[in-house]
Structure formats: structure tokens, C-alpha cells
């Protein structure tokens, strides 16, 4: 981690039509500094997935640049882009295989070590344990069944176990009750402060202390800060705080 892991939205435009197309993000701009972490809130169709898929490339900017560390991504050899950093989807995607295998395909060579550390700070490592095969509980199939917050943490532990530079997590602590998600968010912050986090939430509480939040509202930020200032600022925050 280190000073790595700075993000730079220019003028970024989107459409998964091409130029010419029905426009899913207009004219995004923001950084992100290297440690900072980020929210994006906003309802749904807002654009936030489409925003945050740009930065490993699932899609393409249709107009603008994305940088990271300075680079344009498309100037960024993929591999070296993925290992940067790690993606955490809104439905998580784990498979019928272990539990240590689920974890270790974020990093093949992980060493148990590894793979426990990653799943303590996702507040996975006990319910793991709890369970009688431990880390060679096979996931689906019978035997136990995890539930939506659990397989969410479990995939927050294969995301870590890289030990990314950039972290994005896609609304994936929704099925994570409020104090395991604070938990998770304390172990992020105690193990690595130079790890830059974009995190995208429906609830207000899960960005609220959040270095910058933007507020995405179809497709345009309407709104750019910390809570307190989007509270006095932000038309389209306030309403999504009372709701
Ligand atoms: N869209 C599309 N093709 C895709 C994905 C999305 O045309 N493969 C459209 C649907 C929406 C817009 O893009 O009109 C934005 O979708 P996002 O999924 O980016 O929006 P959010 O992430 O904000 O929505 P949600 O909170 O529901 O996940």
C-alpha cells in the first residue's frame, strides 16, 4: 500500500452503448487519494456499479480518463490492474468448493495464515470456525449453509486476502448487520492505512464516515463531501438520510 492507490475521475462519461448512446454516467470528476476512502450513495439505477466497474476496466470510459496512480488505466498492463486491486460484487459469486478455496481464489498461494488473517478482518474467521469442518466447510451443496451476510463476508475476506492497493466494495455488506459492518470497517482502517476504499451503500450509516461521499443521482454528482457538509449542501443526501 504505501502512498499507491490514488483515483482520478476526468470528465467521465459512460454508456454501455457507445458514443451516441443513452448516457449511464455524465461528466463524473473526483479524486480519490491514496488511504482515503470513498462512499458512493445514491438510489438505485443512479449509475454507482457502472461507475465503480469502470476502474478494473469491465467497461470502458465512452468519453474522459480514468487514472490510477497518475496512469490512464487503458495505459495500465491488466494484470498489473488487477492486482492493484480488488472487487467486491453486489451478488457475491462464491462456489461449491471449500471455504479456504472460496478465500484463496482472491490469491492462489495464500498460506492459511493468510487466508485466516483476511477472514478475521472481515468478521468471518469465528462464524468459520464455529462451523465443525472449520475452513474445509464446503460452500452450498448441503452441509452448512451460510447466510447472505456471512457468503458477503467471505467474499470481503477472497477480496482481501490480495491485500489489494484499491478496495471496492459494491454494496456488499448489505446483508451484514450495522455493528459487524462497523467491525469490518475498523479492521480495514487498523491493518491498512494506506488502502484506498470506494465503497457503495444504500444506507447512509455504512458512508457516513467516510472521508468524501458522492452523491450520485442518475448518472450526474449532484453532491460532493463529508456528511456534515452534504447534510447542509445536498438536497438529494438529505432526502435519502430521511428516508
Ligand atoms: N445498465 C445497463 N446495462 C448494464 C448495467 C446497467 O444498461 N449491464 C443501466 C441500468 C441503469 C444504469 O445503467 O439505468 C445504471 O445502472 P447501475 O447498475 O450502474 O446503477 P446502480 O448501481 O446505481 O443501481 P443499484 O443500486 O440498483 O445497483
Redesign the pocket.
Known amino acids: 500500500p504505501g502512498k499507491k492507490g490514488r483515483i482520478d475521475f476526468e470528465q467521465v462519461s459512460f454508456s454501455?452503448d457507445g458514443e451516441g448512446g443513452q448516457p449511464?454516467l455524465k461528466q463524473i470528476s473526483f479524486t480519490c487519494l491514496p488511504g482515503e476512502t470513498v462512499g458512493i450513495i445514491?438510489?438505485?439505477?443512479?449509475?454507482?456499479?457502472?461507475?465503480v466497474g469502470l476502474i478494473p476496466r469491465f467497461y470502458d470510459v465512452t468519453e474522459g480518463t480514468i487514472r490510477v496512480d497518475g496512469m490512464d488505466v487503458r495505459d495500465i498492463e491488466p494484470k498489473r490492474l488487477r492486482e492493484k486491486m480488488a472487487i467486491v460484487p453486489?451478488k457475491t459469486m462464491l462456489f461449491t468448493g471449500t471455504v479456504l478455496e472460496n478465500i484463496r481464489w482472491g490469491k492462489a498461494e495464500a498460506t492459511h495464515e493468510e487466508v485466516e488473517q483476511a477472514a478475521r478482518m472481515a468478521q468471518a474467521h469465528e462464524f468459520i470456525s464455529a462451523t465443525p469442518d472449520g475452513y474445509e466447510t464446503r460452500v452450498g451443496q448441503g452441509g452448512v449453509n451460510f447466510s447472505g451476510g456471512q457468503k458477503q463476508r467471505i467474499s470481503i475476506a477472497r477480496a482481501l486476502v490480495k491485500k489489494p492497493e484499491i478496495l471496492i466494495l459494491d454494496?456488499s455488506t448489505s446483508a451484514v448487520d450495522v455493528a459487524t459492518e462497523g467491525k469490518i470497517k475498523d479492521a480495514l482502517r487498523a491493518y491498512a492505512a494506506g488502502l484506498t476504499c470506494i465503497l457503495?451503500a444504500?444506507r447512509i450509516t455504512s458512508v457516513m464516515d467516510a472521508d468524501k461521499i458522492i452523491v450520485?443521482d442518475n448518472?450526474e454528482v449532484v453532491g460532493i463531501g463529508t456528511h456534515d457538509e452534504l447534510m447542509t449542501s445536498c438536497q438529494v443526501y438529505q432526502e435519502i438520510f430521511q428516508s
Open positions: 454501455y449511464v445514491g438510489s438505485t439505477g443512479a449509475g454507482k456499479s457502472s461507475l453486489q454494496d457503495i444504500q450520485l448518472g
